[in-house]
């Protein structure tokens, strides 16, 4: 299937289309190169019980303070040794959280001409896409997306979302508040455990207006997964990244050091990490860590990946209570909208982007 935007630069594949029709083969577009590829020489995936933290988040809202103190020094331990931990006990109910995950599911399972319709451009990215960057000739990801905006109010269209399955609008608005809510939490946390006040990473992002869109991935199954990735190594060029993981089929995988560590999803837990722009802002107190996505043959993948942004067209830079004669400032100031122009012209490469940002000295 292919449409005809003439923004991409080649006919746009849907991934969902090829798994139905590769059956012991995959196109070479997706073929990665040796060090690339899940097992290769370079790198290694952990066969260890390594997982990420695993962090019940209900006492930060408590009454009591020593609880509250030993959540703030996880998610503190969490944060300098991993970038990424997983939250229980987070205040989204369970069951908006599988109703969210399977109404997207709903909507990749509609036949391909309903989800043409929603065929993106990579001009704002919005809608049904299956590629990131545009340059041409690029090896390819094994997965299709849906990318839509949530925040601000001005972005949101409604238009742009999917109008089947029926409910897909107002699960999606639900969850969305709630997920916002749990990201305000979560920076209330941060600001906290950096020394700053709570307010402080919510202001730097925009205080009401920050940004918060949505992509919802969809890995189909793949013959030959261990030629390929689902999305390749990237750090999250946002603010913090809240993943509803798929149920059943584990995918993600963290980088630690030149190891590949399996997240294993805790049940109805949200998987959090700290984006490019946290590790600008913390003057890289806090680091952005590289992850991406494994295929595999029997069973596709579902997940949704929620960004809480800052505010796109605020300058963002290190926090002045941060910068010390022994830590001078690492970035020049720069606002979000620029900073993503990166990811979307070259597509995902490591950390690549925001190591190139630091201020000549
Ligand atoms: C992302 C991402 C991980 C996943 O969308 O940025 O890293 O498990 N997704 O789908
Ligand atoms: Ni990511």
Redesign the pocket.
Known sequence: MSNTSPDWPEPIVRVQSLSERCIDSIPDRYIKPPTHRPVSASTSTSTSDANIPVIDFGDFLGTDPDARKLVLQKVAEACNDWGFFQVVNHGVRPELMDKARETWREFFHLPMELKQKYANSPKTYEGYGSRLGVEKGAILDWSDYYFLHYLPLSLKDYNKWPSLPLSCREVFDEYGREVVKLGGRLLKALSINLGLEEDFLQNAFGGEDIGACL?V?FYPKCPRPELTLG?SS?S?PGGM?M?L?DDQVA??QVRRGEEWITVKPARHAFIVNIGDQIQVISNAKYKSVE?R?IVNSDKERV?L?FFYNPKSDIPIQPAKELVTPDTPSLYPPMTFDEYRLFIRTRGPRGKSQVDSLKSPR
Do not use: C, E, I, K
């Open positions: 992509r991935n999305l990237h999250d990244t993943l993981p995918g993600l992850h996505v997940s990946a």
